[in-house]
């Protein structure tokens, strides 16, 4: 299957727009669920309406928090950061899931030049989404490989590999629309939002997909 460039024109719409939204509802949504709360403490007669309302909001709020991420274009921090005290906490981060599933996480440095101009947190954000992708494809576990290398035109390259379900060709056209999921409890907005990020860090990201898995491949300039 051939690698698809995921291009910027994809978020610009979805980004602003969204991320106002999200604000605008979620002062709104915390006051409706610590009422019913309230309510459903003192009358359980009708438990299941609420577990139903509950775990709706929960849906909500899960998607209103993805897209707050993109919500501050401008507050973006860059700092010359190290790529391996990044995956260090990536890792730590998204361990326990893995080994949850079965799934080991190897990271392996295959070149010295290792610093990044960037805004850490929404790095990490970014390595975080892919990685989760990963595991969720992943049913029978297996390895997750990283590898973290140098470009012939000098940038910073990260390969993630994964032996998951992969991707059809027809829903690798469509990854990094907002809201486009093949999972039933997903938001679709993971990519978006990585490819945004990725975008204002001056990279790319390309998806390839074959059968027995994913890989995915995200370039950063490198500073010194
Ligand atoms: P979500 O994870 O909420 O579905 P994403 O934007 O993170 O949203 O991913 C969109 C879709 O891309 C997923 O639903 C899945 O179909 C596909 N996808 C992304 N990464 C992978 C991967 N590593 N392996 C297989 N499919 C993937
Ligand atoms: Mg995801």
Redesign the pocket.
């Known amino acids: 299957t051939e690698a698809l460039l995921l291009q910027s024109e994809k978020l610009s719409v979805a980004g602003q727009l969204a991320a106002g939204i999200a604000h605008e509802i979620r002062n709104p949504l915390t006051a409706i669920k610590g009422f019913l709360q309230l309510i459903e403490a003192e009358q359980d007669t009708q438990k299941t309406y609420f577990d139903i309302i509950n775990s709706e909001m929960n849906r909500i709020e899960l998607i209103l928090g993805e897209l707050l991420i993109l919500s501050k274009p401008h507050a973006l921090k860059f700092e010359k950061k190290n790529i391996k005290q990044i995956f260090d906490q990536v890792k730590a981060l998204i361990d326990t899931q893995a080994i949850m599933n079965n799934i080991e996480v190897e990271i392996t440095y295959l070149s010295n030049l290792q610093t990044l101009l960037c805004d850490e947190n929404q790095l990490k954000q970014v390595f975080i ?2 990685l ?3 595991i ?2 992943m049913h029978n576990g297996g390895k997750i490989t990283v590898e973290v290398d140098t470009t012939e035109s000098n940038q910073m390259q990260i390969r993630f590999i ?1 032996q ?4 059809t060709e027809e ?1 690798l056209q469509r ?2 629309q907002p809201f ?4 039933e409890k ?7 939002i990585s490819m945004k990020i990725i975008e204002k860090h001056n990279g790319t990201i390309h998806i390839s ?1 074959e059968n027995n898995g ?1 890989k ?1 491949e995200v370039t950063l300039p490198l500073t010194r």
């Open positions: 989404n892919i989760k992708n990963s969720e494809a994964d998951g379900c992969g991707i829903n990854i990094g486009f999921t093949t999972k997903g938001t679709g907005l993971g990519l978006m997909s994913t995915i």
